[in-house]
Nanobody
Framework: QVQLVESGGDSVQPGGSLRLSCAASRYIVSSYCLGWARQAPGKEREGVAGIDSDGTTDYREYVKGRFTISKDKTDNTLVLQMNSLKPEDSAMYYC?????????????????????WGQGTQVTVSS
């Protein structure tokens, strides 16, 4: 069973930055397609960034230029660097992993391609 453990969520002011991390096994980080999704109260979970096993990345339009997804193979973590945060970025953020055959079929920003999820980490952006 794939285990994903997120950390790094916090409360920040608008314009601030946060770095989310997701711990996983070396095999998962190297071989699976990975992504970050978020869910705000009353809304559906939505993928915001994805990274293929070949390193190709994709972002939801509203986070492009502000968020960066990356893999740190030295400590087997998936990272989401979030800059210029806005109040509308407030949500529970989830790390996800899935076979690349599925994420490529559904698209890296679709939750349908991922079959393993972390427990989530809360991000609140407020003045």
């Amino acid at each position: 069973q794939v285990q994903l453990v997120e950390s790094g969520g916090d409360s920040v002011q608008p314009g601030g930055s946060l770095r989310l991390s997701c711990a996983a096994s070396r095999y998962i980080v190297s071989s699976y397609c990975l992504g970050w999704a978020r869910q705000a109260p009353g809304k559906e979970r939505e993928g915001v960034a994805g990274i293929d096993s070949d390193g190709t990345t994709d972002y939801r339009e509203y986070v492009k230029g502000r968020f960066t997804i990356s893999k740190d193979k030295t400590d087997n973590t998936l990272v989401l660097q979030m800059n210029s945060l806005k109040p509308e970025d407030s949500a529970m953020y989830y790390c996800a992993a899935g076979p690349c055959s599925e994420t490529r079929y559904w698209g890296p920003l679709s939750a349908k391609g991922y079959d393993s999820w972390g427990q989530g980490t809360q991000v609140t952006v407020s003045s």
